[in-house]
């Protein structure tokens, strides 16, 4: 069986949870199957996988214009494979072109929901609406869609209830256990000089509204002052959201001289070493389909406060690997808290309770590495990807 991975994102190339989880998944499979890589952006010497730059006629258009023109070359180069697998919305429109023009079947895998994101009409402007498009188009389009967590599969319904039920499967995220694990070395925090010490509270993610980031450092502002914060945090969607987040960081840096801001992507063996120095990691998102950020700290052996929202309770055990921080949302797709400040309560609370039990918070953390290794290992999730495929295959002879 030959199948394409259809992805924006790809080593060195990654960004986010879905390129991780790409590149994982990749690995695994070709010890099964044959698999070609197609991703978009500079030229890659890894065999089997190939690259795809934004056509020349449309450097400078939207950014979901020169997208749909980048999926148009990855769309004709599938002739010859059995299947189609894209991820994110940069690749759906591709799966669904290269599943017409070739008539192969096409899965997706839902990493996250543009009509639960309308914030991205502040980044793309009308390109949203073409990006929606191009979202709806292929959900509605696909042989098969694969949902990262239970959370997901009841967002992709709701969002786009013309899809069957039957088509939508669960595989969620996984972890490679190995190389996320407690590492004791401290110079990456030395280096910027974090306490390596201190009772610590980690953020890592980008700096968008779905990852909750301004409603974190308000709840910072009522810790007690011994606890360290530590942002791994950039890439900023907006210039808007750029400045309320330092201007929350300043605020804060001016009661307070334990703030750590890290705006650069840290490597693997820099990232492990502040996870496993933290007391506590913290995840305020608004929207999260898993949430592999979650399962990076908890392989590291550090216990997660998060939002109670999408598939975060599928991975955090409350109680057990870390606490849920309660989350009414607004149902109009922003995912607003219903009422913010008791969402900022509640998160400041859970978080005073994990970093001042530090025995309790140390318990959770060996458990929080022992439920990565036991129920997200990549294997397992390269086998029901597996499933999923001749399910498809099986359904379309």
């Keep these: 069986m030959r199948v394409d991975l259809l992805t924006k994102e790809y080593p060195p190339e990654v960004y986010g949870g879905a390129g991780v989880h790409v590149a994982e998944l990749t690995k695994v499979l070709r010890g099964h199957i044959d698999v070609r890589v197609r991703a978009f952006g500079a030229d890659r010497e890894e065999e089997g996988t190939f690259s795809y ?38 690749a759906n429109f591709a799966g669904h072109l290269g599943s017409l023009l070739h008539g192969i079947p096409h899965v997706l895998s839902a990493h996250s929901l543009e009509p639960l994101r309308p914030w991205k009409a502040e980044q793309l402007g009308g390109g949203y609406a073409v990006s929606s498009f191009a979202e709806r188009t292929a959900y509605e389009g696909a042989a098969g869609v694969i949902a990262v967590s239970a959370g997901m599969r009841e967002d992709i319904l709701r969002a786009y209830p013309a899809v069957n ?9 996984g972890i490679d256990i190995e190389q996320w694990s407690p590492n004791p070395e401290t110079s990456a925090l030395t280096s910027r000089g974090i306490d390596p010490e201190a009772p610590t509270i980690v953020f890592v993610g980008r700096i968008t509204r779905q990852k909750g980031l301004p409603y974190f450092l308000r709840a910072v502002r009522e810790l007690p002052e011994e606890y360290q914060v530590v942002l791994c945090a950039g890439a900023p969607d907006t210039p808007e959201i750029a400045q309320e987040v330092n201007t929350l ?33 913290a995840c305020p998102s608004i929207y999260e389909p898993l949430g592999i950020v979650n399962l990076e700290a908890m392989a590291c052996g550090t216990p997660v406060v998060a939002s109670a929202t ?27 808290p219903v009422d913010p400040e008791k969402f900022i309560a509640d998160t400041r609370d859970a978080l005073v309770k994990m970093v001042s039990d530090p025995a309790r918070a140390q318990q959770m953390g060996e458990a929080s590495r022992r439920r990565a290794a036991e ?13 999923v495929y001749r399910t498809v295959m099986a359904q379309q002879s």
């Design 310 to 336: 999408g598939g975060i309770p599928e991975v955090v055990a409350d109680g057990e690997t870390g606490y849920l921080v309660p989350l009414e949302q607004l149902t109009d797709g922003t995912g607003t």
């Design 53 to 90: 730059s934004t056509p020349a006629e449309l450097e400078g258009s939207n950014a979901a214009l020169s997208t749909l023109g980048t999926d148009l070359l990855i769309a004709a180069d599938c002739a010859g494979a059995d299947l189609l697998h894209s991820h994110t919305w940069y």
């Design 375 to 387: 129920h997200f290992s990549w294997t397992s999730i390269a086998e029901r990807t597996l499933e």
């Design 249 to 281: 960081v300043e605020e804060l840096s001016t009661t307070r001289g334990n703030v750590h801001l890290i705006t650069e992507m840290l490597p693997r063996h820099e990232l492990t070493q502040i996870l496993t120095q933290a007391t506590a990691f």
């Design 165 to 173: 039920p039957d088509k939508v499967h669960v595989v969620h995220n």
